[in-house]
């Protein structure tokens, strides 16, 4: 290193200890005032002043008065000592009997708490309730209270003359006693408190562990005990009770309870299972599976779509985790070890038929919405570049597991989607065309390769093509964006694959759409949108001029279905394809589009619009308004 090197170095470090010297006092203080409010959180979290059951104001009072009576009428000498044998026996016998009475109000309190435990928890209570600390607390003081009572009277009955020991157990046991008295109320009201806490339901969860596999292994699968035993104090079918009730009940913040613990511990497991290898986590996904079947049928049948969406958000994410985490989750150690989804696209199949029989359109939605969700971000995005898969493009037809999983899957989705048709849903079909709309952006967006981006494209695009053509003839609204599959993602696969799979998708749904007579400006101009995307990229991209030929030659060939006597509607889409065709054209000289074939079928093309005028004429004497969107 160089001097020059070395003094700049140095001037450095000089540089930084002045300025940690200098904004040392800003970070003291700003470090004062987070433990400040800390400190300040953990008092006043306490709340102090809801465990207290004495009166102040009156206790001041009683006490004020005592005081002023002590020094008015009190004639005799002071003085501080111990009271006499007899006193000691009176004193303590009489605080054997109080502390006794308060046997029935901590029993009675107990049972309260025990019914109220059992209210939101079940057969659970049997379980946890009675191994509750502040049970075990009050129970404890108050039998070790009563004994030391009773074995200070007698002692002190029996003996002839005060003694230290005697002194010091007397005096010892009224301290005690105080204690319990004081601290009743208090610890009964915390043991009320947590008799309702949903901290139970995590410790419920926790109950799955090595403990829980011991249990069934001897009792249900080897027989070995009475399997009653084990799924009486089994978590699942716990959770079950307590979920299902909590549903009836539309207790909302249980079921929270249920879902963030569930997936917490899942997650849990994994991460311990790596360092321990005790309880395999793909037991506790099976039986997560079970739970969420369960809750789910019995919230759709007590009308509850808050617990359904709630059962429905957990699927997922369980999935999501599991699908994320897959290769660690190979229990047999499999070469082949592959995903295949039949589970997860099973149960949203069967939740879906029972919310759309059971009228609960925002569960249907919300279904469709995690399907998307999972296939979009989990498994195109995530699964599929973690296991680099690569279509194999000279194989026509591919026998590998994971061209067989997405080519079943888009059948799959097909049987899921008729369900919608076969019920008449058909406003939520704006959830299918959204699936397929952002299905074929996270393709083009992914990390997948080019031979996968486009088999995935060939898979999606005619999945939206096919159910395009089943739920459009019968909206009852006009195509919009909100029900039109295609849109956005034909120019930006023209700009990053280049293989034209979403824009020849989009042309045959342009047909089909006038075919049933549903072919309007937003669909034209969303055409014309690519058109002029691909003047943009005229230069750039050889395909431009093929695909701006094709919008030109598709405009035209509409116009020659057309007749002279036509319908209405088909006269305002023939003046609206003679409108937008025009509007390229113009553009034309802007982008400086100057090749001679695409100018002068434009030109010819425009031409041949000869019944213009006879039907503008005609759609303006019977006030017939053209909707244009430009």
């Known amino acids: ?24 006092p800003k970070k003291s203080w700003e470090l004062v005032k987070i433990l400040y409010y800390r400190f300040r959180y953990f008092i006043f979290n306490l709340r102090v002043n809801e465990l207290i059951s004495i009166d102040f104001r ?22 501080i000592g111990m009271p006499n044998l007899e006193t000691q026996v009176y004193i303590t016998e009489n605080t054997l009997r109080t502390v006794s009475i308060f046997v029935g109000i901590v029993f009675s309190f107990i049972i309260l708490s025990f019914n109220i435990f059992y209210k939101y928890f079940g057969r659970f209570t049997f379980i946890k309730f009675f191994t509750n600390r502040y049970i075990k607390f009050i129970f404890t003081l108050f039998v070790s209270d009563m ?67 011991l249990s069934y ?76 079947r369960n809750l789910f049928s019995i919230a759709i049948k007590e009308r ?42 099973v149960v949203l199949e069967q939740f879906l038929s029972k919310s759309l029989q059971s009228n609960e359109d925002t569960v249907s939605q919300r279904i469709i919405q995690n399907l998307r969700e999972w296939w979009c971000e989990t498994i195109i995005k995530v699964y599929l570049p973690a296991i680099n898969y690569d279509y194999p493009k000279g194989e026509r037809f591919p026998n590998d597991k994971t061209s067989f999983f997405l080519s079943t899957a888009y059948y799959d989705f097909a049987k899921i989607f008729d369900q919608i048709a076969t019920y008449k849903k058909y406003f939520l079909y ?18 997948n390769t080019r031979n996968t981006k486009v088999y995935l494209l060939q898979l999606n695009c005619p999945s939206a093509l096919k159910s395009f053509e089943k739920f459009a003839p019968k909206l009852d609204v006009e195509i919009a964006w909100e029900f039109y599959p295609f849109s956005t993602a034909t120019t930006y696969e023209i700009d990053r694959i280049q293989s034209q799979i979403p824009f020849q998708i989009e042309m045959k749904g342009f047909d089909y759409l006038y075919r049933i007579s549903k072919l309007n400006a937003y669909v034209i101009n969303e055409i014309k949108a690519i058109a002029y995307h691909a003047m943009k ?14 919008i030109i030659e598709k405009f035209d060939y509409i116009r020659t279905l057309i007749p002279k006597n036509a319908t209405d509607q088909q006269q305002e889409v023939y003046l609206l394809l003679e409108r937008y065709m025009g509007y390229i054209q113009e553009w034309m000289p802007e982008y400086k589009i100057e090749d001679k074939e695409v100018v002068k079928t434009i030109r010819y093309a425009l031409k041949r619009f000869v019944f213009k005028k006879r039907f503008n004429v005609n759609l303006e004497s019977k006030g017939y308004l053209i909707k244009d969107v430009r």
């Not at 009156?58 to 009190?74: A, R, T």
């Not at 208090?186 to 109950?207: A, F, Y």
């Not at 997922?316 to 985790?321: I, N, W």
């Not at 704006?430 to 990390?447: R, V």
């Open 304 to 345: 509850n779509d808050v617990a359904a969406l709630l059962m429905v958000n957990l699927c997922k994410e369980v999935e999501e985790f599991y699908v994320k985490n897959f290769k660690d989750f190979n229990v047999h150690n499999l070469d082949e070890h592959l995903y295949d989804g039949i589970r997860f696209k």
């Open 58 to 79: 009156l206790l001041s009072l009683l006490v004020l008065f005592v005081i002023i009576i002590f020094f008015v009428f009190y004639q005799e000498p002071l003085y």
């Open 430 to 447: 704006q959830e299918i065309s959204n699936f397929y709309t952002t299905t074929n952006l996270s393709i083009i967006d992914s990390k």
């Open 537 to 550: 990229n005229f230069d750039k991209n050889p395909a431009a001029k093929n695909i701006l030929l094709s």
């Open 147 to 213: 004994i030391l009572l009773i074995y200070t009277c007698s002692y002190l009955k029996e003996g002839a003359s005060r003694t230290s020991y005697g002194d010091a157990f007397f005096l010892f046991s009224l301290a005690i006693s105080l204690l319990l008295v004081v601290s009743i109320i208090p610890t009964l009201v915390l043991l009320l408190r947590s008799s309702q806490s949903r901290n139970n339901i995590q410790s419920l969860i926790k109950q799955f562990n090595m403990d829980w596999s």
């Open 217 to 292: 292994h001897i009792h249900v699968l080897w027989r070995q005990g009475n399997r009653n035993e084990h799924y009486h104090r089994d978590p699942i079918t716990l959770l079950i009770e307590i979920g299902t009730s909590a549903i009836k009940e539309f207790d909302r913040t249980t079921l929270l309870e249920i879902k963030s613990g569930c997936l917490e511990h899942f997650q849990k497991m994994f991460a311990d299972y790596k360092q321990n290898k005790e309880l395999h986590p793909i037991i506790f996904y099976d039986k997560i599976d079970d739970l969420i």
């Open 1 to 24: 290193m160089s001097p020059n090197q070395t003094k700049t170095t140095n001037k450095s470090k000089i540089q930084k200890v002045l300025s940690a010297l200098y904004h040392l």
